[in-house]
């Protein structure tokens, strides 16, 4: 099993431009968020979904749109980039309920110039 | 409001010596309490978690964490510690069925030669 996958690993961006960060998980799970992680912020949910076909807003959801049209993808885009949105991005994904642990991608370092 | 705090940002310990890394809690009813583990340029890794029952939990890497409900506290232990446990370590609480995750502000283990 490859557990939860994002592409890519790093992305340098200029001011203005888009891109789309995939996660993919192979593990058949409900749940899938996005966390962002800034130093000395610790990690800040963006995104999550419950379920194919549905999203919802997290703690800083401004400048960012999600879809989940599969079950085993969530996709985080950035429509206008900001250089405040240099982070590193994470996805996780867990089955139903607050007692099940989360599963971390290894992040996507991306940068705007 | 339900929340976790990790109160040193920086624990240093000798290899071989034994580890604690501290976490308090302040969460209405009963806690559901993880700890998760981050290598530097990796995801957070799930190392253990405490649902109800037995207040020793034990976990990944040998280690293991006590739950106190008198002292609101999930204290991270390990009796020997290893110089690959050097890492970057979470306190988490779930406090929804939403699968959110509520972070401490991380603790930096450093384990010496």
């Known amino acids: 099993n490859a557990g939860v996958t994002q592409t890519p690993k790093f992305r340098v961006l200029k001011t203005g431009q888009s891109m789309t960060l995939l996660c993919a998980q192979d593990?058949?799970?409900?749940?899938m968020y996005w966390y962002r992680q800034d130093p000395g912020m610790g990690l800040r949910l963006i995104h999550y979904s419950v379920g194919e076909g549905t999203t919802a807003k997290g703690e800083v959801p401004d400048g960012y749109n999600v879809s989940r049209l599969k079950k085993q993808n969530f996709l985080l885009g950035l429509e206008s980039a900001a250089p405040s949105q240099t982070s590193v991005y994470f996805c996780?994904?867990?089955?139903?309920?607050?007692?099940?642990?989360?599963?971390f991608g290894d992040g996507t370092r991306l940068s705007i110039l | 409001a339900q929340s976790v705090a990790q109160p040193e940002d920086q624990v240093n310990v000798a290899e071989g010596n034994p580890l604690t890394v501290k976490c308090t809690y302040s969460?209405?009813?009963?806690?559901?309490l993880f700890w998760y583990v981050q290598y530097p340029n990796r995801g957070l890794q799930f190392l253990l978690k405490?649902?109800?029952?037995?207040?020793l939990v034990k976990g990944s890497y040998g280690f293991e964490a006590e739950f106190n409900k008198s002292q609101t506290s999930f204290h991270l232990k390990k009796p020997s510690a290893l110089v690959s446990d050097s890492a970057l370590y979470f306190c988490v609480v779930p406090p929804s069925n939403t699968g959110k995750l509520i972070f401490g502000q991380g603790t930096t283990l450093q384990v010496k030669p």
């Open positions: 996780a994904s867990s089955f139903v309920g607050s007692n099940q642990p989360q599963h």
């Open positions: 969460v209405s009813g009963n806690p559901y």
């Open positions: 593990m058949n799970h409900e749940y």
């Open positions: 405490y649902i109800t029952g037995d207040n």
